[in-house]
């Protein structure tokens, strides 16, 4: 199969990629790969290396293995591309609410209670088995293995969408929107109590800011807890950048509310963590302190007691926005509430 260095042919991922070398190559074999490779084969500058290494290259017709060598404007590059190896993860035939599929990637709905990449602890019943079990041979391979790719994660106890790839190509691509935070993406969350622009405890939080309709913005950074490392902490040094916007839909008396909880960053337990900490815990948050009794306020008993019961953290991925990374159309989907979810709702109006 034969491709230029600025081309972008569809490529199978048993077959042979053959290309030509750009006018004015960089100096060494890796670099010029990695700048002249056609866009469709989303080889990653490690996975170029690791075929460098393996002998997967030749240049010119004679292999290719320092990944130092000198290059020329014309040469043929051949890189042979191994079939896409099985992984051992089980297929598992788990019902899955799809929103949108096609050969690239896949949107799902995923419920609460579902574990989305086996782990200890976790080693099936996982999205990835039901992924598997689903895709079969559409899945063209990630990274050399087929499997379908992550690109974010949401946690067990959390619903909503999530999108993931099919194919190397749209894993690199939808990676790089995550990375650059160019994915729409908003939760709809019930808190405890109502952030309030107004209130003089949050407008002295340190990282808490207030921006234009009342959107409330968290900007900290998170990172491991100190004594706790199954859980996320705020921090001033030493984590990752976090930055939350939460704006007040619906307010329940002072007692509670359902937010838009939008991401600029995706960390994990971001939101959960974040609401915490200005106060505001999420209703049935079992880990960051959204177990207490509601204020009372003007609620009924039955909203009361359906809030102190409610079994996970009320949170859900309500939209999820980005570029396909093969047609480059925008797509976006929105998931309504979970039953569980929208009972607690229908219970705080009421």
């Not at 992924?131 to 790719?149: V, W």
């Not at 109502?194 to 900290?220: C, H, N, Q, Y």
């Not at 939460?246 to 337990?269: M, N």
């Not at 003007?298 to 953290?313: H, I, K, M, N, Y």
Request: contains cysteine; proline residues 6%.
């Amino acid at each position: 199969m034969a491709g230029s260095g600025t081309g972008s042919s569809e490529l199978a991922m048993n077959d042979t990629l053959t290309f030509r070398i750009a006018a004015d190559p960089p100096a060494r074999l890796d670099k010029a790969l990695a700048r002249d490779v056609p866009e469709a084969a989303s080889l990653s500058r490690t996975r170029l290396a690791r075929l460098i290494a393996e002998g997967a290259v030749r240049v010119a017709g004679s292999v290719a293995a320092d990944p130092k060598a000198k290059v020329a404007e014309g040469d043929e590059v051949e890189i042979t591309l191994e079939p896409a190896a099985e992984v051992t993860l089980a297929p598992e035939a788990i019902p899955l609410d799809i929103r949108h599929e096609d050969d690239d990637l896949i949107v799902v709905m995923k419920p609460a209670g579902m574990v989305v990449h086996p782990a200890p602890g976790s080693p099936d019943g996982t999205l990835v088995n039901a992924l598997l079990a689903h895709c079969g041979d559409s899945l063209a391979g990630i990274g050399g293995e087929r499997r379908p790719g992550i690109v974010h994660r949401i946690d067990k106890e959390t619903s909503g969408l999530l999108v993931v790839a099919k194919t190397d190509l749209a894993h690199h691509g939808l990676a790089a929107q995550f990375a650059d935070h160019s994915v729409e993406r908003a939760y709809l969350a019930l808190c405890h109590g109502v952030p309030d622009a107004g209130e003089p405890r949050l407008r002295g939080l340190r990282g808490v800011s207030f921006e234009p309709g009342a959107v409330m913005r968290i900007a900290t950074e998170l990172g491991r807890h100190r004594f706790d490392r199954q859980k996320q902490a705020v921090m001033w040094a030493g984590g990752r950048r976090a930055v939350t916007r939460a704006r007040v839909l619906e307010p329940f008396g002072t007692s509670a509310a359902l937010l838009e909880c939008r991401l600029e960053t995706g960390r994990t337990h971001q939101i959960r963590v974040h609401m915490a900490y200005t106060g505001h815990g999420l209703i049935g948050d079992p880990v960051y302190g959204g177990r207490k009794r509601l204020a009372a306020g003007r609620l009924s008993e039955a909203a009361l007691r359906g809030a102190e019961d409610f079994p996970r953290q009320a949170l859900h991925a309500a939209i999820l926005g980005f570029v396909h990374p093969r047609s480059g159309q925008a797509l976006r989907f929105e998931a309504d509430m979970p039953a569980d979810m929208q009972a607690l709702l229908d219970a705080l109006r009421g």
